[in-house]
């Protein structure tokens, strides 16, 4: 199963890394971001293997288990954990898709009258003969049409056949999803080898352990039945049972109350035979070759203990493995016998949905859901960065946030995200300054909504050309015209800003400023749609790494709405530029014949980001920010950056500006209209 870890835990999760301050491992489970990642993961998986919208959500106190809505996951990002995790999920996700619950909870409430329609009516016999034994005195049709709601108390039978269920459905719909989902078979093989294949579990079915005709033992046997390690002799009625279940025929049960009737068969079955023993507890051992009686009772078994069913037992169908063994020479010592008593426990909880999972914090569990409802993606970026300085690490984990939801504004989740001091806005006045020269600027920027005509006369069709009409008479024929009407595409303006802590101040409040002007401005021109992003950097599980955030998008948000963001934000990063524009290069609108695609940038300097040994910075960092840009152009995508000046800048600023941004280069005044307006519509009209 290395192989599965290996290739797709790999696949899905980073490697831990180390806290910059102490030196100590990062606590599992402490990376939010990453454990929103992991829901997501596991959701995806659950979503297109069920083909339902099936809730995926972390365990917490009030709840261990599926109850037919929603699957529940441990909050642990352990590579170790994840493949089995996953495929108990997917375990889960199949009841929901599979498995009657209501049959289910009538069997546990003990609803006879419920019951007595699903089920067969030798099943409702031995129901019926189980509490008579124990001094039930209806008549077998009073007991048909009876509810169950106290009197003689059977409970402790319904908890038996309840577990039978629980395995048999469990082959069912397993077999169901290893033959619909088969690129999904390795989650489930890990689920398997955690729970069912342990070393202490292929132990005990060797050992002389476990081999009394009472319930422990018989359960035992029959949970780890599709173990290669099986001893169909170790008790009475075992290959009985084995048969009955027919693992390689699992699929022909059709629903929950078929399972429940094989349970109470099974049920039956082992009553009949711990009945025979004379005692529950009797603590005679039983001949692991099996007794005479039983081979008679198996005609097909042979000599040396096998099932005789040859095709059977070496069948690759799911639920079937290797010939039985009869290997039971050797006892446990007490140490194991206390190990495999834990295991055979943990596959009682795993049969009742009730496996330990990892907790997470009422607290943590808002803020997951605050993430997950921001729409928080994790994009690994920077991997071809060229740097000075000799370190191991290649990549670094880039947070991309969709939505900026008002949990998120509350505060609390994202560093650069907090309610304003005294609910009053640090970049308020800028926004609103912004709307009324966006007013002006709409105006200025009226290139995008001209139409041009352009009229082709003499010709030999079209419609006719008034002014040539009186050339007919002397046998002219070209007196036809056409007129072409050319309209600027539909477009998509990206704009980014740079959200560093130099950029604190009046350099944001004037990005501020400029961006809601021209947002305000696109509602004035027909077929531009605008967004706007935010760059900086997050502390997530201990470091820091580089975020962008979807501010506003027209066809999602208002501009009322992208001011109320605008007022809670509180520039504290660094500029992880061209890590950034690399994350949302799939999400670009890329340009072509019939749609206009531009991007704009709003920075204040050179790129840096230094976290965790990951090290960007100077000639390295801007030549990997010009590369992104270059790719945004590729695409279609025309590009330009505002270089937004503050009291001082060096020389070397505006010579890396203008490496990453070349001839779209511009170093003037944002917060004025006419050069804001005619730089925009230079780019607009730009080829």
């Known amino acids: ?18 806290d910059v301050l102490t030196g100590e491992k990062i606590k599992q489970g402490k990376d ?14 659950v979503k297109i293997v069920t083909n339902q919208d099936i809730k995926v959500k972390f365990n917490s106190k009030d709840a261990s288990y599926t109850d037919g809505k929603t699957v529940v996951i441990g909050a642990s990002t352990n590579p170790k954990d994840f493949d089995p995790n996953v495929g108990l999920a997917l375990h889960e996700a199949s009841h929901c898709v599979l498995t009657d619950f209501k049959v289910w909870e009538r069997l546990i409430s003990g609803d006879i009258n419920y019951l007595s329609s699903k089920l067969s009516e030798e099943s409702i016999k031995t129901l019926y003969n189980t509490c008579v034994g124990i001094g039930f005195t209806d008549t077998f049709n009073e007991f048909k049409t009876r509810t169950y709601t106290g009197g003689i108390d059977f409970r402790n ?11 048999v459905e469990d082959r069912r719909i397993d077999l169901y999803m290893f033959r619909n989902a088969q690129g999904y078979n390795g989650y489930y093989t890990a689920m398997y080898n955690k729970y069912f294949n342990n070393k202490i579990i292929d132990k005990g079915l060797k050992s002389t352990a476990k081999r009394t005709e009472d319930w422990d033992s018989y359960l035992f046997r029959i949970v780890n039945l599709t173990n290669k390690n099986r001893d169909l002799n170790a008790l009475k009625g075992l290959k009985e049972i084995y048969n009955l279940i027919d693992f390689k025929n699992i699929g022909r049960i059709g629903s929950t109350s078929e399972s429940i009737d094989i349970a109470i068969a099974i049920y039956k079955i082992v009553t009949g035979y711990i009945q025979e023993s004379g005692s529950e507890n009797n603590s005679k051992p039983n001949n692991s070759k099996g007794s005479s009686e039983q081979e008679n009772e198996n005609p097909t078994a042979g000599g040396n203990g096998q099932d005789g ?74 991997n071809d960065v060229q740097r000075r300085w000799g370190n191991n690490k290649k990549g670094v984990q880039c947070l991309v946030i969709e939505k900026i939801t008002d949990t998120v504004l509350e505060g609390g989740i994202y560093n650069d995200f907090h309610k304003p001091w005294g609910n009053k806005s640090r970049y308020g006045d800028f926004a609103q300054r912004g709307l009324v020269l966006g007013k002006l600027l709409g105006k200025k920027l009226k290139v995008r909504n001209e139409e041009k005509s352009t009229v082709f006369n003499r010709l030999r069709n079209g419609k006719i050309d008034k002014r040539m009409v009186s050339s007919l008479g002397y046998g002219a024929e070209n007196v036809f015209k056409n007129i072409e009407t050319s309209a600027f595409n539909p477009a998509t303006l ?28 696109a509602k004035m021109i027909q077929g531009l749609d605008v967004e706007v992003t935010y760059r900086t950097t997050e502390q997530v599980g201990g470091e820091y790494r580089p975020a962008i955030f979807y501010l506003y998008k027209s066809k999602r948000d208002t501009i009322r709405r992208f001011i109320k963001v605008i007022e809670s934000i509180n520039t504290c990063g660094t500029t992880p530029e061209g890590l950034c524009f690399e994350a949302i290069l799939k999400r670009m609108t890329a340009g072509n014949t019939h749609h206009d695609s531009y991007f704009v940038n709003f920075s204040d300097g050179a790129p840096w980001y230094n976290c965790h040994g990951y090290e960007y910075a100077g000639f390295e960092a801007s030549q990997h920010t010009a590369k992104q840009v270059k790719k945004f152009e590729s695409m279609g995508i025309k590009t330009m950056g505002y270089f937004i000046s503050g009291e001082w800048e060096s020389e070397n600023a505006h010579k890396m500006f203008k490496t990453m941004y ?22 607009f009209l730009k080829k």
Not at 1 to 18: G, H, I, K, R
Not at 157 to 167: A, H, P, Q, R
Request: net charge negative; hydrophobic share 30%; proline share 1%.
């Open 662 to 683: 070349g001839k779209g280069a511009n170093f003037v005044k944002v917060s004025e209209v006419t050069p804001l307006a005619k730089t925009l519509n230079e780019m």
């Open 32 to 45: 939010l971001f990453k454990l929103a990642s992991y829901q997501r993961a596991v959701a995806n998986f």
């Open 309 to 382: 069913d040859s095709e059977d037992e070496n069948s690759e169908e799911f639920g079937s493995g290797p010939s039985a063994t009869t290997n039971g020479e050797f006892d446990l010592k007490d140490t194991e016998l206390k190990r495999l008593n834990k295991a055979q426990e943990k596959q009682k909880d795993f049969g009742n949905g009730d496996v330990k999972k990892t907790n997470v914090t009422k607290k943590d569990s808002k803020t997951l859901d605050a993430i997950n409802e921001s729409g928080s993606d994790s994009i690994e970026v920077g």
């Open 1 to 18: 199963m290395n192989n599965y870890n290996n290739t797709l835990s790999s696949y899905w999760l980073e490697e831990d890394d180390f």
């Open 494 to 521: 990206h704009i980014s800003i740079d959200g560093s802590g130099s950029m604190s101040g009046d350099k944001f409040g004037n990005t501020i400023l400029a961006t809601v002007a021209i947002c305000q401005a």
């Open 157 to 167: 039978e319904i908890d038996i056949i309840k577990d039978l269920t629980n395995y």
